[in-house]
């Protein structure tokens, strides 16, 4: 069984300013993460993923992840807003076998204010 | 461009109709997925398939059918049996059933009349 928290259901920030978005999973085997970009009304873009290896992970658009096993967190961080970031985001958790059977967070709505 | 194509983007559906949201990729992927999106809320798994003519319930199957016939093509019905259908509807592939990357689709948002 597996789970993701994003705590935080909205977040705002200053262009310019740190975006760290937060994510907390639970899985009974080793876990593949993923963070997702979502648009308004448009599908999710994969941002970043963590699989095996290097727990830094970079991704798209500046982003980048750090999975922390002892803490089971996978937080995104980006060092500066841009007013183009502001969109919706989701951690997603799955087992190596099938990610397509990812478990979803609830999101988390970036704000980014000028 | 390789994509995936999710028609129509609105759909409406009238008390005890049967709805097909369509579902095409060009990505030559293997497997194809539905989601259901609520606002406010993660994505939930309905169907599933890693092969053609072959296909899996999600976690929240019921009311909901699908196929497989071509590669290509994963539409879902959403029938009368749905009785909370209103919801977007996310159709993603990923090359392998094993293969990490998820492609999705634009979504169709379905609303009940």
């Known amino acids: 069984a597996q789970s993701v928290t994003q705590l935080g259901s909205h977040v705002s920030v200053s262009e310019g300013a740190l975006v760290l978005l937060r994510c907390n999973y639970s899985?009974?085997?080793?876990?593949?993460l993923f963070w997702y970009v979502q648009y308004p009304n448009q599908g999710l873009q994969l941002l970043l993923k963590?699989?095996?290896?290097?727990?830094l992970v970079k991704g798209i658009n500046g982003f980048e992840a750090e999975f922390k096993k002892s803490e089971t967190s996978f937080h995104l961080t980006k060092p500066s807003a841009h007013m183009s970031d502001a969109a919706e985001y989701f951690c997603?958790?799955?087992?190596?076998?099938?990610?397509?059977?990812?478990?979803f967070g609830d999101g988390t709505t970036l704000t980014v204010k000028p | 461009d390789g994509g995936i194509t999710q028609s129509p983007k609105y759909l409406f559906r009238k008390e005890g109709q049967n709805v097909t949201l369509s579902c095409e990729q060009n990505?030559?992927?293997?497997?194809m997925y539905w989601y259901r999106q609520d606002p406010g809320q993660g994505l939930r798994l309905i169907y599933y398939?890693?092969?053609?003519?072959?296909?899996q319930k999600g976690d929240i199957a019921e009311g909901y059918s699908v196929s497989r016939e071509k590669k290509e093509s994963f539409p879902l019905t959403v029938t009368s049996a749905q009785k909370n259908p209103t919801a977007f509807y996310l159709c993603?592939?990923?090359?392998?059933?094993?293969?990490?990357?998820?492609?999705f689709g634009s979504g169709t948002q379905l609303s009940v009349l």
């Open positions: 997603a958790v799955s087992e190596p076998t099938n990610a397509g059977k990812s478990t």
């Open positions: 398939s890693q092969i053609v003519n072959d296909f």
């Open positions: 963590y699989t095996t290896g290097a727990t």
């Open positions: 899985s009974s085997v080793p876990p593949y």
């Open positions: 993603a592939s990923s090359r392998r059933p094993t293969n990490e990357k998820l492609f």
């Open positions: 990505l030559n992927h293997d497997a």
